[in-house]
């Protein structure tokens, strides 16, 4: 072999020879960027891997997951994908929208599954939902009127006596922003007050709590934000100790001790997440894969913490019950 014959054929075996390496191996390195450290542990984190062992993809066989949790921290979220995108994961899989925004400014080539995002073409991270023509694809869970609705018209068809809805904002969200502007409108059709009180983590529970007694709050209208579902535990017991009739978007809030629920079905969302790992490892580009809409959704009631507050569920409601807590 000619030497320019040689030195052509070495470069280009060490340019292949990562993917070579990693394909013999048949290891698989991902990174998954969430709010809620207890997702592993929950119906959710546990959808996922069974998604992913349907499409013969293991954990501690041939794929690892470096798990991290920003916890409803923006800045948190930065600090943790960059970590991720220094440790050079394959593919991201993002849940809660400070995280996709957080690999939106660093993972500029490596795919990202979205699990939970509001509006990705208002951000920026897509062209489309049909093609998305970036390395962002996945499922979005828009905080659409439909849902905002059904949820408040859920509570008030239960309990009609309702007229004071406290709502527990974070104000650094902007999709708090979008929710409460629909209850201001809505509130007057539905016959309720809003009563609303900040919120930017555990150390501001009481004190929300305390303001919401103040203003005679008698339900409580749990947002969509990573917060309500981290602090769940503490939530629903603050609400049931004030008393509060409540609804919440997840499912494992009312698991927690919340009063109801009703939204997309979590562990549904992150079985198809998997679906989109699978497809993008077995060679399919982010950029071609449709970002697809929740399809499945659960009404949650806790019969517990009904009882606890001298509540009778109405029979109808009990019947429509995805999930009924006892």
Same mark, same amino acid.
């Given at each position: 072999? @000619? ?6 054929? #070495? ?19 991902? $990174? ?12 959710? /984190?546990?959808?996922? !891997?069974? =998604? *992913?062992?349907?499409? $013969?993809?293991?954990? /501690? ?10 916890? =409803? ?13 220094? &440790? ?14 957080? &690999? ?17 073409? =208002?951000? $920026? ?38 007229? @004071? *809805?406290?709502? %527990? ?13 629909? #209850? ?16 930017? =983590? ?10 919401? @007694? ?12 990573? !917060?309500? *579902? ?13 008393? &509060? ?11 927690? $001790?919340? !009063?109801?629920?009703? /939204? ?24 071609? %894969? ?12 806790? &019969? ?6 001298? #509540? ?15």
């Amino acid at each position: 072999m @000619r030497r320019r014959e040689f030195l052509f054929a #070495l470069g280009s075996a060490v340019a292949v020879w990562p993917r070579v390496a990693r394909t013999q191996q048949g290891i698989h390195r991902i $990174g998954f960027l969430a709010n809620d450290p207890t997702i592993p542990m929950q119906a959710a /984190g546990k959808a996922f !891997l069974e =998604g *992913l062992q349907e499409h $013969g993809f293991v954990e /501690g066989k041939n794929i690892i997951i470096e798990r991290r949790f920003a916890q =409803g921290d923006s800045e948190r979220s930065s600090e943790l994908a960059t970590e991720l995108i220094k &440790l050079g994961v394959e593919l991201f899989v993002a849940s809660g929208q400070n995280n996709i925004a957080a &690999l939106s400014q660093g993972a500029k080539s490596a795919p990202v599954v979205m699990v939970n995002v509001f509006d990705p073409i =208002g951000m $920026g991270i897509v062209r489309g939902l049909e093609t998305p023509g970036t390395n962002f694809t996945g499922l979005t869970s828009a905080v659409s009127i439909r849902l905002l609705g059904k949820r408040l018209q859920l509570l008030k068809d239960s309990f009609p006596q309702i007229s @004071r *809805l406290g709502v %527990l904002r974070t104000p650094n969200f902007p999709t708090d922003q979008v929710q409460w502007d629909w #209850l201001e409108r809505a509130a007057s059709a539905f016959n309720v007050r809003l009563v609303t009180v900040s919120m930017n =983590g555990n150390s501001d529970l009481d004190a929300a709590f305390a303001a919401l @007694r103040r203003e005679r709050a008698d339900a409580l209208y749990g947002l969509n934000n990573p !917060l309500t *579902l981290i602090l769940r535990k503490q939530i629903s017991e603050l609400a049931a100790k004030e008393r &509060l009739l409540a609804i919440y978007p997840f499912a494992e809030v009312a698991e927690a $001790g919340g !009063l109801m629920s009703y /939204g997309a079905s979590r562990p549904d969302l992150f079985r198809r997440a998997a679906a989109y790992v699978a497809k993008i490892l077995t060679g399919a580009k982010a950029a071609d %894969l449709p970002i697809e809409q929740p399809t499945q959704f659960e009404l949650a009631i806790n &019969l517990t913490t009904a009882k606890a507050l001298a #509540l009778t569920i109405p029979p109808g409601l009990r019947a429509l019950a995805d999930k009924v807590i006892q």
